[in-house]
């Protein structure tokens, strides 16, 4: 939980933190399982729970994610994230300070998360004792009792509203918004999830609690943990910290994602050096059937850091840009495919037009040989790294049990990324990408704000 209340407290619990950490670090060895076995099941209420054991260390990860993100918020963008900030602002018996009081002086750790699909409330406890009990029954609390007060509240649309301020000054935050607002339209994802100043100055106190009543509930949740725990302490667990919940409904689906007809384009003139270039059309799904073969593609079109086909003609033959890249964002709808770069003014049309004929030329010819095989070794090489602390692997957990991927996704991602071909590539980039139906959007010095359609 992020507080200045007590930063001495914080600065304790984060020394307490760090030594566990290293601890696991240094127990990670070749003997360790390469992949977790997850265990899954139901609490009495119907909450979905994925669990793996980790008894290396006394110390738990828990992680609850319910179908509560910003594209639940309907007309008052920023409802999911303001419910969520106000959880550790009062709850049961506490206030902000009191909550704060207890977490901090057992070393745990707790911080809620809102994206566009989900909200994430996690914690990082001891299983020792006292931490143990204060920590868990803490969690359960904030969950299931959370205040709501007024008074908190106020101070807390306060500071979303100086943070959305904030936001404005950032060339890259505002091409980001523009963009998602130009290839969703009016689907729900169009929304930031930290919201609007005109969503935020709508939301009342009713509306926090109308919200959390209606997808805080044990049927649109599930709750991942991995920790020193055997399966019945993780059921026991599993009780305690969402027992509290009522059963409730499932959320809705969120909207089917449109494709784009035509393509877009939005310049914003912006007092800034650079100018801030980004691309983006609907791209995949999590479960999504081509989902490995765009993932392969994209390490090696732009998604590889230093090592990628962007990067090599855009920023090291020509050194139009210090860092671009490419990324699927896939959600329960198919999330954004994004481009990016940043770039002189005076080189902004000039970087556009090559970022974009990069791609174009990738669809059209797909990878080499050579390139899939270094792309291979890379994720293949690296994953490892990306489950070997409890905290990554609770992470994992979460998704697969809210996105309801096979309980073997773990075990099998390195053997479904050395079956990817380069025709599968070609093929699937060929489909799903679309060049002339892309939205880009240019934040920068170079113009007057203009918004139109395109045809590029």
Known sequence: MCTERHPDRIE???RTLSAWLASTLLLASPLAPATPQIQTWQTQNGARVLFVSAPEIP????RLV????SARDGQQSGLASLTAAML???AGDWDADA?????DGVGAVLNTAVDRDMTAIALRTLTRQPAFDTATETFAALVARPRFAPEAFERVRRNRLTELRQQDESPRLVAQKALYRAIFGQHPYASDPAGTPQGVHSIRQEDLAAFHRRYYVAANAVLALVGDLDRPGAEWLAERLVGGLPRGERAAPVPEVQALNQAWFERIAFPSAQ???LAGQPGMRRGDPDYFPLYVGNHILGGSSLVSILMDEIREKRGLSYSTYSRFVPLAQPGPFLLSLQTRNDQAEQARDLLLATLRRFIERGPTEEE????KKNITGGFPLKIASNADRVQYLAMIGFYDLPLDYLARFCERIEAVTADQIRDAFRRRIHPDRLAVVMVGQSG????MASDQ
Do not use: K, N, Y
């Open 59 to 62: 110390m738990v990860d828990a």
């Open 372 to 375: 899939l095989i270094a792309a």
């Open 88 to 90: 550790t602002e009062g």
């Open 275 to 277: 100018t801030t270039v």
């Open 99 to 103: 909550i704060a009081e207890r977490l």
């Open 448 to 451: 007057q704000q203009v918004s």
């Open 66 to 69: 319910l179908a509560a993100g």
């Open 12 to 14: 304790r619990a984060v």
